[in-house]
């Protein structure tokens, strides 16, 4: 296993990216945490052997539309080894991706489920579980080159982001200022429903659409402050944005 504490590996295609990401222990309070919820299992889990590793990004290599969210669960993607996979919160994400014709199924239990994304990946700035959901200023800027490099190797084909919360929007927006393209000045706010276009600062970048929807959290999604109907309606404007042919349910 490759040690990433003390440096970082160039990757050159999304599929070493994936497997570089899940060795990676740069952060200390992270690694604990995760290990230790892939330890003392949630109940339901007991007979499971969890990921306990940093999850990596899912979709294909020429996503015209990424999708971004905050970090894994303990029990979710830390327990299965995919991004918003095995919880509430993946349950309500992949059921609207479906609805909009972004996934083939609208279910997400384990990685051999057969889930296939369409045209779009998930990531997330931090890639591993953090305590309480809640990583630290510090952890989020240490694990940001995977997300730049995530951007650089999408480059040829991403159109559009559709980023999932507050703590997504602005970890993304310093990450894209220095990935070739114009973030203005001041920064967009993050609001659900918010859209900006960022022009591109470099040759071989297309301008990017930018969305902003609230983070599909049991918070959000029980208390109503997050409905399909609303997670819907920008998954399929972000997937128009991004040429993808898309539907609604």
């Not at 919160?89 to 994304?117: C, E, I, K, W």
């Not at 959000?220 to 109907?229: I, S």
């Amino acid at each position: 296993m490759r040690d990433l504490r003390h440096h970082v590996i160039v990757c050159e295609t999304i599929a070493e990216l994936d497997a570089t990401v899940a060795d990676c222990f740069a952060c200390p309070r992270l690694v604990a945490w995760r290990e230790r919820a892939a330890e003392e299992k949630r109940a339901a889990y007991r007979d499971e052997t969890y990921w306990g590793r940093p999850v990596p990004g899912y979709g294909p290599d020429d996503a015209r539309l990424l999708v971004v969210g905050l970090a894994p669960a303990a029990h979710g993607g830390n327990r299965t080894g995919r991004m918003f996979t095995g919880d509430r919160s993946g349950d309500f994400l992949y059921a609207a991706m479906y609805n909009v014709g972004l996934a083939n199924q609208p279910t997400a239990v384990h990685r051999d489920d057969g889930l296939r994304l369409i045209g779009a990946r998930v990531t997330a700035p931090v890639h591993c579980a953090p305590p309480d959901n809640k990583p630290t200023p510090d952890e989020r800027d240490r694990c940001s080159h995977w997300l730049k490099t995530e951007l650089d190797l999408l480059t040829p084909t991403l159109r559009a982001v559709v980023v999932l919360g507050a703590f997504g929007w602005q970890a993304l927006l310093p990450v894209l200022a220095t990935s070739g393209w114009t973030v203005p000045r001041p920064r967009p706010k993050f609001g659900h429903g918010a859209h900006v276009v960022l022009p591109p600062t470099v040759d071989d970048r297309a301008p990017l659409q930018l969305f902003g929807c609230y983070h599909v959290s049991q918070q959000n999604t029980f208390t109503g402050r997050l409905t399909h109907d609303m997670l819907e309606a920008v998954l399929a404007a972000a997937a128009t944005a991004a040429g993808l042919p898309g539907r609604r349910s």
